[in-house]
């Protein structure tokens, strides 16, 4: 591994001139250029020999090398053909496997439904959010997420109730991990800088209830009137005596309830 050059800004706009590429906005590419960031990241990641890890959004690869040199097996899936030269260069030599696909369009129960996985990425802004909240409910096999996000969507997913910030995504993302910020990331280590701050998120998988879905279904269909009162936006799937055997107050309003009081409404709906 001694041969591998940290990406820095020089070493990336070298690898980038050398394959006449140029960061695409239109995919969300922003190129971490902090070798300080990334040790930080597979850091908490926790990665130990032998690791098989999901990578979603390599860019220039400067995480994917990192996560190899720590001794995992890389997956790592890129949209962006145009980077196949630069990241089989970056990558000869190390257990990585790239998959140009796109990772919007997988299967994950079937493709990370079973085994040890982490996913450690940063992910692409345009489809951040979406994608992580599909695998954190499909794929079981991944115990651990470390993944680089937004900040406001960071802070979202693992947001408290009551806060401004708790919503659909705080309430999916508690009923399947323990979600925490681990850090904040400032645009000036990216190439190019995002106009927003970023975020290190980091959620370790709990054994979910078998009613997970419903309650994501609950919680979606009362946060699309998040302004109304419980017995107002679920009126037409909850009763009054539903409501108070699940001991949930229908005048409360849907960012008040935990993840653990829309499984109790699942539950007495079942």
């Known amino acids: 591994m001694s041969g591998v050059r940290p990406q820095g800004r020089a070493e990336i706009k070298r690898l980038l001139a050398k394959h006449g590429l140029r960061p695409q906005r239109h995919l969300g590419q922003h190129f971490l250029a902090d070798p300080n960031i990334v040790g930080r990241i597979v850091l908490e990641a926790d990665i130990t ?33 145009t980077l196949r030269a630069l990241l089989n260069d970056v990558v000869a030599g190390l257990d990585v496997s790239l998959r140009f696909e796109d990772a919007m369009a997988l299967d994950w129960s079937s493709e990370f439904g079973d085994g040890d996985w982490k996913m450690v990425a940063n992910l692409p802004y345009n489809v951040g959010t979406p994608l992580l909240l599909d695998a954190v409910r499909g794929a079981v096999g991944i115990s651990r997420f470390v993944v680089m996000v937004q900040r406001e969507v960071a ?23 323990r979600p925490r910020v681990a850090f904040r990331v400032p645009p000036t280590v990216f190439m190019p800088p995002p106009d927003v701050e970023s975020a290190v998120v980091v959620l370790d998988r709990i054994d979910s209830h078998p009613l997970a879905e419903a309650a994501s279904r609950l919680a979606a269909a009362a946060f699309q009137q998040r302004r109304k009162m419980l017995r107002g936006s ?13 001991g949930v107050d229908p005048a409360a309003r849907p960012e008040e309830l935990t993840a653990a009081d829309f499984l109790r409404l699942a539950e007495v709906m079942e």
């Open 155 to 177: 802070e979202r997913l693992a947001a408290k109730p009551g806060s401004k910030q708790y919503g659909v995504p705080s309430v999916v993302t508690q009923l399947y991990t």
């Open 49 to 81: 020999p032998g690791d098989r890890v999901l990578e979603v959004g390599p860019g220039t690869g400067t995480l994917t090398v990192a996560l190899a040199a720590a001794g995992a097996s890389v997956v790592s899936y890129e949209l962006d053909r």
């Open 234 to 246: 679920l009126a037409d799937l909850i009763d009054r005596e539903s409501f108070s055997a699940a």
